[in-house]
Every structure is written in C-alpha cells, then in structure tokens.
T-cell receptor, first 115, second 117 residues
C-alpha cells in the first residue's frame, strides 16, 4: 500500500514570494491534515479536511495561507506572500475511520526555507 | 485547551539498554487517545504506540511499552533492548475523542534520543 506522498521535498524562496505544496493521501482516506513543524517544536495543525470540506482551520493564518482539496483526494497548501517565520517543515497526514479514527499516517514532509 | 509537555530535550542510551522518555499532559476530558511518534532524520512521523485513556492496561508493541498514569496525567515510553535504529526524535501526542470529526493531534516539543555503542 502506497503511503502519503508529498512534493516537493525541499523549497527555498525569497520572502514575499509565493509557494505551493502538494499532498496525495493514502487511497481511500477521507481525512487529510496539514501540519506546520517549526524547528525544535512539535507539529501544529494548520487545517483538516473531511473529504473536500474543511473541518478545522482555526490555526491557519488565512491572510497568507490557503488550502484546497478538490474532489476529496489530493490537496494543495499555498503561502502568499511568504514571511521569514514561515520557514518550517510542512507535513501532510491522512486517516480513515475504517482503520480507526485515531491513526494518522504522515508523509515525508516539505522543508521550506524563506530567505 | 490541551497541552503536552516533554521535559527531556535529549536522552542517551547505550545499545541493548533500556530508556524511558517522559510525557505529561493537561486536559479536562475523561476520554482521549495518547500516542508516541518517532521522527527519524528523514522527517517522516512514524506511529510507535497508542493508548486509549479508558483502558487501564498499558499498551505494548514489541520492545516499546508505555506507563500510563491517568490520575497523574503521565504517559511515559519505555524502549527495551535499544537499537541503533531507535535513534530519532520522539513526540508524545494527544487526541481528544470529544470533537466530532475534528481529530487533530496536539504534540509535545519532542525528545531527541541518541543510541550509543
């Protein structure tokens, strides 16, 4: 069974530029999460989708971050414009109630560096 | 809001020895899930073990076991017969069962485990 796929693995941009990350969850997983992990900290949830609907985006900085999950499968997270403090690893995870609602499977993450 | 605290930024253990990583949490809920995740340098978070709060029996997965003290809100991870491949960041995480379909994980700050020969 293929795991959660993410791309790119690394991205370096200048501040005020735009960037987008892509995530393809495990096949059949209805729930998709985006987490931000700043160096030295644990991951923090940015947004959670159930199919193509948003369940929780309370910690998403909506003035610069946006996310979508069209067709309830893969998802894109965008930052526009980027700030220095956005430098972090962006992790995507997915889960399925069929496997128990409490098990989230993570992708390899995208490391973003904002200069 | 729930919080998770890992007070040991770094730990070291010799190969084949046993090490215990500490985690405490704060919550007003009576039912929830607790997890330990491992994050090697590859960055991929890997589930190590999970515990349902309503279960009194401590979870065990091969060389990994937990000591769950619900009254003390403590959830420590014991790694027996440590191996070089166990070297990684370990994160303790909490998930509520009372949030409908919102099922985010709240993570601690992590403990870096080094395994020496």
């Amino acid at each position: 069974e293929a795991g959660v796929a993410q791309s790119p693995r690394y991205k370096i941009i200048e501040k005020r530029q735009s960037v987008a990350f892509w995530c393809n969850p495990i096949s059949g997983h209805a729930t998709l999460y985006w987490y931000q992990q700043i160096l030295g900290q644990g991951p923090k949830l940015l947004i959670q989708f159930q199919n193509n609907g948003v369940v929780d985006d309370s910690q998403l900085p909506k003035d610069r971050f946006s996310a979508e999950r069209l067709k309830g499968v893969d998802s894109t997270l965008k930052i526009q414009p980027a700030k220095l403090e956005d430098s972090a690893v962006y992790l995507c995870a997915s889960s399925s109630y069929d496997l128990g609602p409490d098990t989230q499977y993570f992708g390899p993450g995208t490391r973003l560096t904002v200069l | 809001a729930q919080t998770v605290t890992q007070s040991q930024p770094e730990m070291s253990v010799q190969e084949a020895e046993t090490v215990t990583l500490s985690c405490t949490y704060d919550t007003s809920e009576s039912d929830y899930y607790l997890f330990w995740y491992k994050q090697p340098p590859s960055r991929q978070m890997i589930l190590v073990i999970r515990q349902e709060a309503y279960k009194q029996q401590n979870a065990t997965e091969n060389r990994f076991s937990v000591n769950f003290q619900k009254a003390a809100k403590s959830f420590s991870l014991k790694i027996s017969d440590s191996q070089l491949g166990d070297a990684a960041m370990y994160f303790c995480a909490y998930r509520s069962t009372n949030t409908g379909t919102a099922s985010k994980l709240t993570f601690g700050t992590g403990t870096r485990l080094q395994v020496t020969l």
